[in-house]
């Protein structure tokens, strides 16, 4: 079992910045994969950003060059640092670790992000 707990949403103007930390704990040496989603209201979760154990990032075009994704091993966290932020990223965020053979997904509790125009 993995836990992830996460921090840092809030309420930003647009062109401001924010920085989410996505903890994680439990069985860590299973951790394949983690990452950011986001859900906007009336809207299916879609892949914000990735990162591998070996630094490998992966993100939306949306997103690209405005938002990095970054982790601290000795932590075991990841974070998202947000910048530019525009209306259109407010949503609910989402931190996702795939774990094992299976690649078993495990989330986070979610943390509301709203970016004021």
């Known amino acids: 079992q993995v836990q992830l707990v996460e921090s840092g949403g809030g309420l930003v103007q647009a062109g401001g910045s924010l920085r989410l930390s996505c903890a994680a704990s439990g069985s860590i040496f299973s951790i394949n994969l983690r990452g950011w989603y986001r859900q906007a209201p009336g809207k299916q979760r879609e892949l914000v950003a990735t990162i591998t154990s070996f630094g490998t990032t992966n993100y939306a075009d949306s997103v690209k060059s405005r938002f990095t994704i970054s982790r601290d091993n000795a932590k075991n966290t990841v974070y998202l640092q947000m910048n530019s932020l525009r209306p259109e990223d407010t949503a609910v965020y989402y931190c996702?670790?795939?774990?094992?053979?299976?690649?078993?997904?495990?989330w986070g509790q979610g943390t509301q992000v709203t970016v004021s125009s």
């Open positions: 996702n670790a795939k774990a094992g053979i299976s690649g078993a997904d495990y």
